[in-house]
């Protein structure tokens, strides 16, 4: 047939065209799903746990991240494109017992992710981790492909959406590593691991033993043994409740992990900033005093305020005395409270009430009258300890016969005290 040889020659083209030529780079994929192993309350713990399976095939990483303002350590394993390799890997994480149980919201989308840096050699991307671990940063590696070419790219974190990624991106910042937060895509474990191996041999290189090298597609895994296998989660619902209420759900309920004597980098990340729900109830008592200028010299004052508080709202109770410019004063006074605003440590509030104002002159001549005030204050709590601002005006009107004086008296102080945390409702 005179056809029969032409159309042979295109089919073998076409055939030959669509295999992949040898030492060519696969094309990255999007690695958005990674699994949940554990949420820990410090770095310390995570990284213990992480280094726990440095020898599994498959890449443990770890993801800071704050929950109702206490900041918990994910270590997630895997990373994939597909939801359902992600699933294979959690059931197979609870049966050789790395994890106790296994659930929908424990396959995360880790989607975003900061790139710190990339590298033409494995070696390269190696120190590049190492130096971010230095400053307290949990950096890892992905293979990626670019022109065709392997190249290792570092990373740090694995988010759903920039919210979850805020509270690294501060970190970076304030370590001088700015880096841009980014869809994360590689190679899919094979792959990578291929590259890997390859890319080692051109520069005389060990290649990695296969413990180093990712872990093969979850349908290339031996299977798991039925009656060890864990019931695989059924799809998440949309209307679930929200991520936070899950997160913290799952955090409260983390196991403690015992820590590795010098396995942690030198910087470790801030610490978390004490739980202050306003849902919850707190006490606080302490000192603050300041001083006013008269006309040739300064009324100093001092006292003691406390300040029970129930979420937004609270009472203010605050005494003082004074002393100078040619005076004595006593005041105090009780008031409402009410909380403007909370930025982490920091509390903004309100108040009004009623108090007393006293003052005695230089004759003796004493003068006192119930007062309307009021002021704002700002706490700042480290752990127990409380500082304290505020300003507090007092305004009225003293009459005695045939006399009718109008005053505002204002005072600014600064403090330290005790404060309790809130406790989460």
């Known amino acids: 047939m005179p056809l029969a040889r032409p159309l042979y020659i295109l089919l073998s083209a076409v055939l030959l065209v669509s295999q992949p030529l040898q030492g060519q780079t696969p094309p990255n994929q999007p690695l958005r799903y990674s699994v949940l192993v554990a949420s820990m309350a410090t770095l310390d713990d995570a990284r213990s746990l992480q280094l726990e399976h440095n020898t599994d095939p498959v890449p ?42 296994a659930s929908a919201w424990h396959v995360r989308e880790t989607a975003l992710a900061f790139a710190l840096g990339s590298y033409s050699s494995e070696t390269e991307s190696r120190t590049a981790v190492a130096a971010a671990l230095n400053q307290g940063i949990p950096a890892y590696r992905v293979v990626t492909s670019i022109g065709g070419n392997p190249s290792f790219v570092v990373l740090a974190g694995g988010f759903e959406n920039e919210t979850e990624a805020a509270y690294l991106a501060g970190a970076l910042s304030e370590r001088g590593m700015p880096a841009g937060l980014e869809e ?71 196991e403690e992990q015992g820590v590795l004597s010098g396995a942690l980098p030198s910087r470790p990340l801030p610490p978390p900033a004490p739980q202050r729900s306003v849902s919850g109830f707190a006490f606080s008592v302490g000192a603050m005093g300041g001083a006013s200028p008269g006309l040739d010299a300064v009324h100093a004052y001092g006292g003691v305020t406390v300040h029970p508080r129930l979420g937004r709202f609270g009472l203010l109770g605050y005494g003082m005395i004074g002393q100078g410019a040619g005076y004595d004063s006593m005041s105090g006074f009780g008031a409402l409270s009410l909380l403007l605003g909370e930025y982490g440590p920091l509390g903004i509030w309100a108040y009004g009430g009623y108090g007393y104002y006293e003052e005695t002159g230089i004759l003796d001549d004493t003068r006192g009258m119930a007062v309307p005030a009021a002021g704002g204050l700002l706490t700042y709590q480290v752990g127990n300890v409380e500082i304290m601002g505020g300003f507090t005006a007092m305004f009225g009107t003293f009459e005695e016969p045939g006399i009718s004086i109008d005053f505002q008296v204002y005072r600014a102080s600064l403090g330290v005290g005790f404060a309790t945390s809130r406790e989460a409702s």
């Open 184 to 254: 994360r895509r590689g190679l899919l474990p094979m792959d990578a691991g291929q590259v890997s191996a390859e890319e080692a041999l051109t520069t005389d290189e060990e290649p990695p033993s296969p413990t180093d090298m990712d872990a093969p597609p979850a349908d290339e895994r031996p299977p798991v043994a039925e009656e060890n296998q864990a019931t695989p989660p059924v799809q998440e619902a949309e209307t679930t409740a929200t991520d936070e209420n899950r997160a913290g759900a799952m955090e409260e309920s983390r």
């Open 60 to 101: 443990f990483y770890i993801v800071p991240v704050q929950v109702n303002r206490a900041v918990y350590y994910r270590v997630l394993a895997g990373m994939f494109a597909d939801r359902n390799d992600a699933v294979s890997l959690m059931n197979d994480l609870v049966a050789r017992g790395v994890k106790e149980s």
